[in-house]
């Protein structure tokens, strides 16, 4: 069963725009996950947030975490054609260590 | 970088017959995973090993599904009789901390 929900399921943006996609997640969490995955690929791990941080950075990428609303959300900044993909949220639950993936965005980023 | 290697790329296989995918983890990586994503969706995990343990395997179709890692390293994910439902990708991760799973790029099955 899915743990995370994506929102929205698909997004389509100008290059250079920033795209925001929202995670919400129903169970308590010890970390939340952001993975990438590019077309008919496997996933790739973007950034890990811990269920006692607000907030991270890791490049053009910012991380939001809510675990009061628990919910999260990715903002890709200044994006590029390259950033089209795939991108899941994936949450370790407290209970124990299986990650949970939600549905995906699938995000286009057009030139 | 190190990477998860999956073997096949891609499998088309009758129903009924048997199908068999295998993983090599990134190495010194303790916990491997199997998970199943169908077109469309996100991940679902099938099966955990820690070392040669099965430490999660409640989403496996035990009827049909059986994995091992005999020696802790790699692992093979044996369908059994393959079903027109278990058209997916397969995707193996591993980990050494349990946390950032590196995942390898899948197989693709197909079964006709």
């Known amino acids: 069963s899915q743990q995370g929900e994506e929102d929205p399921q698909a997004l389509s943006i100008q290059e250079g725009e920033n795209a925001t996609m929202n995670c919400s997640y129903k169970t308590s969490i010890n970390n939340l996950q952001w993975y990438r995955q590019n077309s008919g690929r496997g996933l790739v791990h973007l950034i890990l947030?811990?269920?006692?941080?607000r907030e991270k950075h890791s490049g053009r990428l910012r991380v939001t975490l809510d675990t009061s609303k628990k919910s999260s959300s990715l903002l890709i900044t200044a994006s590029r054609a390259a950033d089209t993909a795939s991108y899941f949220c994936a949450t370790d639950g407290t209970s124990g260590s299986r990650l949970t993936f939600g549905e995906g965005t699938q995000l286009t980023v057009n030139p | 970088e190190a990477e998860v290697a999956q073997s096949p790329r891609y499998k088309i296989t009758e129903k009924s017959q048997a199908v068999a995918f295998w993983c090599d983890p990134i190495?010194?990586?303790?916990?491997l995973y199997w998970y199943r994503q169908i077109l469309g969706q996100g991940p679902e995990l099938l099966v955990q090993?820690?070392?040669?343990?099965?430490?999660?395997d409640s989403q496996l179709p035990k009827d049909r599904f059986s994995a091992e890692r005999l020696k802790g390293v790699d692992s093979t994910l044996k369908i059994q009789p393959a079903e027109l439902g278990d058209s997916a990708m397969y995707l193996c991760?591993?980990?050494?901390?349990?946390?950032?799973?590196?995942f390898g790029s899948g197989t693709r099955l197909t079964v006709v």
């Open positions: 947030i811990r269920s006692n941080e």
């Open positions: 190495s010194g990586h303790a916990t």
């Open positions: 991760a591993s980990s050494s901390t349990g946390y950032g799973y590196t």
């Open positions: 090993f820690q070392d040669e343990s099965v430490v999660d």
